[in-house]
Antibody, heavy 121, light 108 residues
Framework: EVQLVESGGGLVQPGGSLRLSCAVS????????MNWVRQAPGKGLEWVSY????????YYADSVKGRFTISRDNAKNSLYLQMNSLRDEDTAVYYC??????????????WGQGTLVTVSS | SYELTQPPSVSVSPGQTARITCSGD??????ACWYQQKSGQAPVLVIY???KRPSGIPERFSGSSSGTMATLTISGAQVEDEADYYC???????????FGGGTKLTVL
């Protein structure tokens, strides 16, 4: 059974840092690209970042570029998101999601349950 | 930055057909997929590659794409289909992923 479990969320002050983790099981982690997606309270889904299976390719949304860093450890079946210089508008539930690619199509087929990050003084 | 545009809300009676649209300039060359999200839950993939349905998704869910618009159709919508629906695709470079703003489907 495919499972993705996020952790590391919590309350942090503006300007602070937080590191999210996503532990996966049930599939060969090193064969898949991964993404982080967030959802602010009462708002829609927002794509945050992408990392290829070998970490050779990384993309960020403009809203987090220069502040967030995505990484992975294939030996530990884990995905990470280092979040620095946090702002009030970064408050959201953060999801990790597995990406599938085929015939020029990209889609996220498995998601975790999310971890809540609250940025507030 | 690239955007996908969805109507904020769609309302139908049970048994009717619901259609949710998603427009984007890159859609003629990029596939779209669709997610269903019920309150307090993680999103669930209901359509990928414009029109393919993952296993376990009811046949009443279908997708299509023409030009700059992708469409999610729910034929014979049920009360349990009430949810937020999001389209998802990439920009023309294929690098940046993007979600539509979401559509709240009401079935009553």
């Amino acid at each position: 059974e495919v499972q993705l479990v996020e952790s590391g969320g919590g309350l942090v002050q503006p300007g602070g840092s937080l590191r999210l983790s996503c532990a996966v099981s049930g599939f060969t982690f090193s064969s898949y690209s991964m993404n982080w997606v967030r959802q602010a309270p009462g708002k829609g889904l927002e794509w945050v970042s992408y990392i290829s299976s070998s970490s050779s390719t990384i993309y960020y949304a403009d809203s987090v570029k220069g502040r967030f860093t995505i990484s992975r450890d294939n030996a530990k079946n884990s995905l990470y998101l280092q979040m620095n210089s946090l702002r009030d508008e970064d408050t959201a539930v953060y999801y990790c999601a597995r990406e599938r690619y085929g015939s020029g199509s990209y889609y996220l087929d498995y998601w975790g349950q999310g971890t809540l990050v609250t940025v507030s003084s | 930055s690239y955007e996908l545009t969805q109507p904020p809300s769609v309302s139908v009676s049970p048994g009717q057909t619901a259609r949710i649209t998603c427009s984007g300039d890159a859609l003629p060359k990029k596939y779209a997929c669709w997610y269903q999200q019920k309150s307090g839950q993680a999103p669930v993939l209901v359509i990928y590659e414009d029109s393919k349905r993952p296993s376990g998704i009811p046949e009443r869910f279908s997708g299509s794409s023409s030009g700059t618009m992708a469409t999610l159709t729910i034929s014979g919508a049920q009360v349990e289909d009430e949810a937020d629906y999001y389209c998802y695709s990439t920009d023309s470079s294929g690098n940046h992923r993007v979600f539509g703003g979401g559509t709240k489907l009401t079935v009553l």
